[in-house]
């Protein structure tokens, strides 16, 4: 049984054709080449893709709601010292707009921008030349050189130095649209970005002396009607449902972040329909909105919107985005710890090699990870050694940049991209039991409130913590036996009854447990709200408890200690909570 599982798993791998992914991604190149939310031609795209779902047998129709979108234009930075230059370059989506002469100021190199970047210097005042990375990614380089006094932001495209692309993109921290409680904290100070070729000697410039310039940006932000595919496949014998999604809407050409997503996911929805019959759940396919001139407000709205219907039946979450790129040559894949043991199952069957899993991480519309439903991202990623020539470049030197055309698109890569995206969804939509291993959150929790344990003060006390996450550890291995067990028994051709309601009823726990442990491990802000883009404490696990080693180095009766010690005590005690009820949801399954 188990060898005929595994054929049945080819067989789907098979039936998934590149050839028809590259066309969808032709035609989006070709009739949709801007895909700017809120505007025409992401409306016809719309059509195109709710068209396709229709066509294979899904019910689809689009949601329509606002989305607060940018439309930037060229901006330019004028070097009014040393040597008089004037750079082109674009306004990053949400920046403010600087009256049309520009705002003058001198200029501070802070290399990546994050907040270590900044000791030692006064950006008071000035203007802010730092790189554009990941890390952290630009709303968060945007937050933190605002909170630290600067007047503009200006980021030097990575890639090669000879890279004359100019980037583009968002500097809008707040995930998903702002509401009346965070829209202050929407950018408020002009931010552009220049291409590499030229921002390296400006950067050296400023490493030799004084340096002053004019930055001048030119961006509207508008409320836009936005239409978002989202397609149902009932299917399943369960009431739940796995979800496939990426995002539509690009900057410059496109090509690879993000038409290869979509027509992987279409691929993927369209073989998934052939075998409705074999299916134990539902699919859904969405595609996000206002993800690049928005962040992630489609994604946000669909969490918010179908709140109940997300809680009680999603089993899973494939992101596809870059697939297909040139001179990709390894996939890698980010996931929510309870897939790590599924991903090197999948990827060892689909591409005949394994990478290990990596942590996922809250960026391209991972917005699920306070209702708790365990996700997937992953890609064809590029060498070290490309990544090193490219000065980190993880998406390519043409990275959201007009240059992002078919020309960069790999038809083998693609493939590769394909049969994991596959892989993964097949075992998802069938596998009796749910292939989580809590084995995997049980450890990461307990090591990380250790951590904290250590790193704080007596006044905090983590001790009911740590000891509730290692009972939460125990009977997480009792919880992955149990599966296996029940699934083994699949395997040897046992069906119906008994074994039918065990399943279900395990499948039930685990996904509660889900619920429970995703908040915790990795949002500061909770169930029902998103941390903004790229906030720094999420490097961490259990990030709300992040700052616990501030108390270590203050007088535990004075005024500074009281004001950590209120806001984190309070977090330590939503964390408790949680592992203790890890703890009894886990027993229950053992
Ligand atoms: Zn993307």
Same mark, same amino acid.
């Given at each position: ?60 129709? !689009?949601?329509?709601? *606002? ?5 930037? @234009? ?62 952290? *990614? ?17 980021? =030097?495209?990575? $890639? +090669? ?11 809008? *921290? ?37 340096? /002053? ?15 978002? *595919? ?18 539509? +809407? ?67 979450? =494939?992101?596809?985005?870059? %697939? ?5 040559? !390894? ?10 043991? #599924? ?15 990596? @942590? ?35 998406? $390519? ?20 991209? =394909? ?16 292939? &989580?291993?809590? /084995?995997?959150?049980?450890? =990461? ?12 003060? +007596? ?18 291995? $009792?919880? &992955? ?5 029940? !699934? ?7 069906? $119906?009854? %008994? ?8 499948? +039930?726990? #685990? ?80």
């Amino acid at each position: 049984m188990a060898q005929s599982v595994t054929a049945q798993l080819d067989e789907v791998i098979a039936e998934a054709s590149t050839d028809k992914a590259w066309e969808h991604m032709e035609w989006m190149s070709r009739e949709v080449p801007t895909r700017i939310s809120g505007w025409e031609p992401a409306k016809r795209h719309a059509d195109y893709l709710t068209d396709e779902l229709t066509s294979y047998g899904f019910a689809a129709h !689009q949601d329509v709601f *606002p989305g607060l979108v940018a439309y930037p @234009r060229p901006g330019k930075l004028i070097i009014t010292s040393a040597v008089e230059q004037v750079i082109e370059g674009y306004t990053f989506a949400h920046s403010i707009s600087t009256p049309p002469e520009g705002l003058e100021g001198e200029l501070l190199y802070v290399g990546a921008g994050g907040e270590a970047d900044y000791e030692g210097k006064d950006a008071r005042g000035k203007i802010v030349l730092a790189e554009l990375s990941y890390s952290p *990614p630009r709303p968060e380089k945007t937050r933190i050189a605002t909170a630290n006094g600067a007047i503009g932001l200006i980021l =030097i495209n990575w $890639g +090669d130095d000879d890279n004359p692309s100019i980037p583009q993109g968002t500097v809008k *921290p707040v995930w998903g649209n702002p509401t009346v409680d965070n829209i202050h904290m929407m950018p408020n100070l002009p931010a552009i970005g220049i291409a590499r070729l030229q921002g390296v000697p400006i950067r050296e410039l400023c490493k030799q002396g004084s340096v /002053r310039a004019t930055i001048v940006s030119d961006a509207d932000r508008l409320w836009k009607t936005l239409h978002q *595919p989202h397609a149902r496949l009932g299917a399943g014998s369960e009431p739940h449902f796995l979800l496939l999604a990426d995002h539509m +809407d690009s900057w410059g050409g496109g090509a690879t972040d993000n038409t290869s997503g979509n027509a992987v996911t279409l691929e993927v929805a369209r073989v998934l329909a052939n075998h409705k019959s074999e299916l134990r759940r539902d699919i859904q396919v969405a595609f996000w909105q206002a993800h690049e001139n928005g962040i992630m407000e489609g994604s946000t709205w669909f969490v918010d919107h179908y709140w109940d219907e997300i809680d009680r039946g999603m089993i899973g979450y =494939i992101n596809i985005d870059s %697939s297909g790129m040139k001179y990709a040559t !390894q996939y890698e894949a980010t996931l929510s710890p309870e897939f790590w043991t #599924m991903h090197e199952e999948s990827m060892q069957a689909a591409l005949g090699y394994v990478t290990p899993p990596k @942590r996922l991480e809250k960026t391209g519309d991972q917005s699920f990870f306070g209702v708790g439903v365990p996700a997937i991202s992953g890609r064809m990623e590029f060498s070290k050694e490309l990544l090193e020539r490219w000065h980190g470049a993880i998406l $390519g030197p043409w990275y959201q940049s007009t240059d992002d055309t078919m020309d960069v698109a790999d038809k083998d890569v693609l493939a590769q991209d =394909i049969r994991i995206s596959m892989a993964y969804a097949w075992t998802l939509a069938t596998r009796p039991v749910l292939p &989580y291993d809590f /084995r995997h959150n049980a450890r =990461i929790l307990r090591e990380a409130l250790e951590g904290y344990a250590a790193a704080t003060d +007596d006044t905090l006390g983590l001790d009911v913590t740590v000891e509730l996450a290692k009972g939460f550890e125990a009977k997480a291995a $009792g919880v &992955y036996a149990r599966a296996n067990e029940l !699934q083994a028994r699949f395997a040897a051709g046992e069906s $119906g009854g %008994s074994l039918d309601d065990d399943a279900a009823a395990l499948n +039930d726990t #685990m996904r509660t447990i889900s619920r429970t442990v995703i908040p915790v491990l990795g949002s500061v802000v909770g169930r029902y709200g998103q941390d903004t883009y790229g906030l720094s404490a999420l490097k961490r696990w259990i990030p709300s408890l992040a700052l616990v080693s501030v108390l270590k180095d203050q007088d535990p009766l004075s005024g500074d200690h009281a004001l950590w010690w209120g806001k984190l005590v309070r977090e330590r005690n939503r964390v408790t909570d949680a592992v203790r009820e890890l703890n009894e949801l886990a027993a229950a399954a053992e």
